[in-house]
């Protein structure tokens, strides 16, 4: 049988897609433009997005288990159920649902409080599927290398509580696993919640000491200033969005990405191997710098 990848290009569905042919699975993606796709051989593509019903129907048919990542958008709640209802009518019932850690308490950020919607309707629904909750990536600090090594300040307001960081590339493996899991089962598993997270819960100034420790020169913590974070992504990105994230890091400054007692040990268990650490990855970026 098959397994459906929508956002099958962007940062986290690479990392499945990649995952799951090299698990041996048959797999197919939804993208908009096959032509850019560039996906692994073998892999099949089927055109369209999330709120083109036609192109659903078609994508969703023969379909076995669905990965289902909604881009941070102003109607990803709309895509999301859209695709809970022709998955639902497709007879799909096994799936993996990319969500947010803390997405039932960060309630005023709006892409946390779609996500923790689409979760609920997942289980009203009735459908058998494995959330993932992931913290903040660590893929995003390639946005702000430049920063910090050009100014020596880590500009990302993440204040004193912690992030518990992720690598992209251990959410798409864990995730592939899930989809394989559920694939595979003789019925249908029972729904599961996973926070994934590093393993490392980090600090601005932790932050900034690692970057300093990699560069071997001082790198300066930037603060907690969420309306100077928002204002310089305002140049980059669109307003709602820009303010959206903003909305989030208030929260970041007052609650942090905390795991839960256990969460590391059932991330490293799933995969075999420890987790990928945000100091590896600082290496890893700045190699070249």
Known sequence: M???????????????????????????????????????????????DLLDIDSLRGAFSGVSTLFLLNAVVPDEFTQALTALNLAREAGIERFVYLSVIHSDRYVNVPHFAGKFGVERMIEQMGFKATILRPAYFMNNEVMIKDAVTGYGVYPMPIGSKGLAMIDARDIGEIA????????????????????????????GAGVAAIWSDVLG????????????????????????MAFDMRVMSERFLTEGMI???????????????????????????????
């Open 217 to 240: 020169r001082a790198i300066a913590y930037g603060g907690d200033d969420t309306a100077g974070f928002e204002e310089n992504l305002r140049q980059f990105m669109p307003g709602w």
């Open 259 to 289: 795991p839960e007692a256990g969460d590391v040990k059932r991330l490293t268990d799933i995969l075999g191997r420890p987790l990928r650490s945000y100091r590896d990855f600082v290496a890893e970026i700045t190699a070249s710098a």
């Open 2 to 48: 098959t397994i459906l990848v929508t956002g099958a290009t962007g940062t986290i569905g690479r990392q499945v897609v990649e995952q799951l042919v090299k698990r041996g699975a048959d797999v197919r993606v939804l993208v908009r433009d096959p032509a850019k796709a560039n996906v692994p051989a073998g892999v099949a593509v089927a055109q369209g």
């Open 176 to 203: 592939a696993i899930e989809l394989i899991r559920r694939e595979t089962s003789a019925t249908p598993l029972p729904l599961d919640r996973i926070n994934l997270v590093g393993p490392d819960t980090l600090t």
